[in-house]
């Protein structure tokens, strides 16, 4: 799911460019009806089943990751083509068909395939998450063999239970977490929301410009679907826990931003990939580790509640700084030009991103014998 959110601005920009091109007000009414129309379409649809783990499930699991990477892959080519030459109506339109054929037949294609395998397969009687619920060391100040579970700190004591949100706000690490996703998801907001007057103060076209957006919501679909596998394997394998990936996002995010700033030809290509992509990480980290450090009971609770680090970052940067900035520089001007409008603007995000590196990297440094401890045992025993 968040790695088609990724995809999802994309997506949205082609059915603008193919359908609705100087027709903003139909875009708009598109964008307000068709979401809820498809949400109260599928509502019927939508049902309970058990949650089963098995190699067969992570095969419809992994067919779904591939067809997201192969609609992202399509996506990309077709972007960088427009950019290159000028496609002509009915070639637009070909090339959203194909795009929606493929949207539409795969997934349902790979969603029917797995609902005829498991009409065949006997309902299990016991749900897994429960038939073995020692290795979980939830409840329990004791491992899998009985004995003592050594803490390394006070954190480990904390975290053997599932915290709710009153509890977890009273916990250092909720406020480190906090804090790095405000330096992260706020920075990387401010970025996007205002990438049309980055591109229109350092010269670059319009279609460049729409291209920035469209390649943005890519590159934020492969953080959002990259940082997932990246921080498995490196806990499986090596033992590291979550936020050191979290911490080393946030450090390229600040060299994201440099390159912004500094104005070069074709800086916004390099500087919003790399922003596009942690920003897409962080998103994609920040409920794993949620789950992990505070327990998935209030789960929901305490994400959203992070969460609110988005706006309020998005607001501090794009409001007090880029903007109280971009305002002073244009001065008696409607608009500002050159590379001076965003320079400081973007040093001083970096500046936040590389503080936010340093929260990441202690909030590592805290939950690193929480992971190895707690969190390891319980994914190699679970079910």
């Keep these: 799911m968040k790695g088609f959110l990724g995809l999802s601005s994309a997506m949205l920009v082609q059915v603008y460019d193919t359908f609705c091109k100087d027709k903003p007000s139909t875009f708009l009414l598109m964008l307000a009806l068709l979401p809820t129309s498809v949400s109260i379409l599928f509502m019927p649809h939508v049902r309970i089943y058990e949650a089963h783990r098995s190699d067969i499930d992570k095969k419809y699991l992994n067919a779904f990751s591939a067809f997201a990477m192969l609609i992202a892959a399509y996506l990309m080519v077709i972007i960088i083509l427009k950019n290159i030459f000028s496609f002509t109506s009915w070639a637009s339109i070909a090339t959203f068909i194909a795009l929606l054929v493929v949207l539409i037949a795969s997934p349902l294609g790979i969603a029917t395939k797995a609902q005829k395998f498991e009409s065949k397969r006997l309902p299990e009687t016991v749900d897994p998450l429960l038939e073995n619920p020692e290795p979980r060391l939830a409840s329990s100040k004791f491992s899998a063999s009985g004995e003592p579970v050594e803490h390394e700190h006070e954190m480990l004591v904390d975290h053997l239970e599932d915290m709710n949100l009153l509890r977890a706000m009273g916990s250092v690490d909720f406020w480190l977490l906090f804090i790095a996703m405000i330096c992260g998801m706020g920075s990387g907001l401010a970025t996007i929301n205002n990438m049309s007057q980055i591109g229109q ?140 409008c965003f320079m400081l603007s973007f040093l001083i995000m970096a500046s936040v991103a590389f503080f936010g590196f340093l929260i990441a990297l202690g909030l590592f440094f805290r939950t690193r014998g929480f992971y190895s401890s707690i969190v390891l045992k319980r994914l190699r025993h679970s079910p």
């Excluded at 410009?209 to 590159?219: A, G, K, M, R, Y």
């Excluded at 990246?230 to 390229?252: E, K, N, Q």
């Excluded at 970052?313 to 305002?327: A, T």
């Design 201 to 340: 103060s350092l010269g670059y076209t319009t279609v460049e410009i729409n291209s920035f957006v469209s390649l943005w919501s890519i590159w934020n679909f492969l953080g959002r679907f990259g940082a997932g596998y990246v921080s498995d394997y490196l806990l499986h394998t090596r033992g590291w826990a979550r936020p050191l990936l979290m911490a080393v996002t946030l450090a390229i995010m600040a060299a994201g931003h440099i390159v912004i700033s500094s104005g070069f030809s074709g800086n916004l290509y390099v500087g919003s990939i790399l922003v596009g992509i942690c920003y897409g990480s962080q998103w994609s980290l920040m409920p794993t580790i949620t789950s992990e450090i505070f327990g998935i009971r209030h789960m929901g609770t305490i994400f959203n509640t992070i969460s609110i680090a988005s706006p309020i970052g998005s607001y501090i940067f794009s409001v007090r700084v880029i903007g109280y900035i971009y305002d002073k520089e244009a001065s008696a001007e409607d608009s500002c030009n050159g590379t001076h």
